[in-house]
């Protein structure tokens, strides 16, 4: 069972940029696909990134497109998660999970996802 710590959140005025990190333990999270979600206040949680096992494909929602780049590090066990030009709506709680294995590459429904993460918090100041 893999498990994963998040962390990288914080203030940041509009503008700005962050740099969020999973972190993993586990052997098969190197042959996992991993997706990056977020969950704003009174929201549900919404798929932002994912990124194959090997990292060399990735997919995004069109919301982020641009200036959101998903990559990993598979020696370090961490996905990470760059996000630029961020703006408040941006703010959000932010989980990293992985694609269960019965689930097809370019998902972005939280349900084929899991060993979730603690999350966490990414707050954009306008």
């Known amino acids: 069972q893999v498990q994963l710590v998040e962390s990288g959140g914080g203030l940041v005025q509009a503008g700005g940029s962050l740099r969020l990190s999973c972190a993993a333990s586990?052997?098969?999270?190197?042959?996992?696909?991993v997706g990056w979600f977020r969950q704003a206040p009174g929201k549900e949680r919404d798929f932002a990134a994912g990124i194959s096992w090997s990292g060399s494909s990735t997919y995004y929602a069109d919301s982020v497109k641009g200036r959101f780049t998903i990559s990993r590090d598979n020696a370090k066990n961490t996905v990470y998660l760059q996000m630029n030009s961020l703006k408040p709506e941006d703010t959000a709680v932010y989980y990293c999970a992985t694609l269960r294995s019965s689930k097809g590459w370019g998902t972005t429904s939280e349900a084929d996802f899991n060993s979730w993460g603690q999350g966490t918090q990414v707050t954009v100041s306008s």
């Open positions: 586990g052997r098969s999270f190197g042959f996992s696909t």
